[in-house]
């Protein structure tokens, strides 16, 4: 996955960047009609900023404030981390359900709300296992974007001169 970004600043190692928020319903044909879009269109276009260490491959380029820089985050990695932040707490969610529902025809609970209340726990139980595999420092430095490289700047046209 990759994503352009303006460097905004420089310190030593750390460069700052800053990359605007896309959202996609702004290419959609269903715009008005839609409240995703209706959202989408009250919300302001929003920034993300961020601050990295330069690559050692990158010790021979230059960067400076204003460059636009390629960004990049391994495909497999977001697949794998979006996979268990979503999907493990939905698991959670439909076993302890399961559970509790053949706790309940086996009248081993007496109630339904408790059957209920043991596939919220379920669901709990799977976001917090989520949290604790995200919140792995190898996970988070795999997660972590890498500038891939530096666009060359462009120039306006309007300020060239005719000499």
Same mark, same amino acid.
């Given at each position: 996955?990759?994503?352009?970004?303006?460097?905004?600043?420089?310190?030593?190692?750390?460069?700052?960047?800053?990359?605007?928020?896309?959202?996609?319903?702004?290419?959609?044909?269903?715009?008005?009609?839609?409240?995703?879009?209706?959202?989408?269109?009250?919300?302001?276009?929003?920034?993300?900023?961020?601050?990295?260490?330069?690559?050692?491959?990158?010790?021979?380029?230059?960067?400076?404030?204003?460059?636009?820089?390629?960004?990049?985050?391994?495909?497999?990695?977001?697949?794998?981390?979006?996979?268990?932040?979503?999907?493990?707490? #939905?698991?959670?969610?439909?076993?302890?359900?399961?559970?509790? &529902?053949?706790? $309940? %025809?086996?009248? *081993? @609970?007496?109630?339904?709300?408790?059957?209920?209340?043991?596939?919220?726990?379920?669901?709990?139980?799977?976001?917090? #296992?989520?949290?604790?595999?995200?919140?792995?420092?190898?996970? &988070?430095?795999? $997660? %972590?974007?890498? *500038? @891939?490289?530096?666009?060359?700047?462009?120039?306006?046209?309007?300020?060239?001169?005719?000499?």
């Amino acid at each position: 996955m990759e994503e352009l970004a303006t460097v905004t600043a420089i310190d030593n190692e750390k460069i700052t960047m800053v990359s605007r928020i896309k959202s996609t319903c702004n290419s959609c044909s269903q715009l008005d009609t839609c409240a995703s879009g209706q959202v989408a269109k009250a919300i302001p276009k929003k920034t993300l900023s961020f601050t990295l260490i330069k690559p050692k491959s990158m010790d021979n380029m230059t960067i400076n404030i204003g460059d636009c820089v390629v960004l990049t985050v391994p495909e497999g990695d977001v697949l794998h981390s979006a996979w268990q932040v979503y999907l493990l707490p #939905v698991f959670g969610l439909f076993s302890f359900s399961a559970l509790g &529902q053949w706790l $309940l %025809q086996e009248n *081993i @609970l007496s109630h339904e709300l408790a059957g209920v209340a043991l596939g919220l726990v379920g669901g709990y139980l799977g976001y917090r #296992v989520a949290k604790q595999l995200q919140s792995n420092p190898s996970k &988070q430095k795999s $997660l %972590q974007p890498e *500038i @891939l490289k530096v666009l060359p700047k462009l120039f306006d046209v309007n300020t060239l001169s005719t000499d």
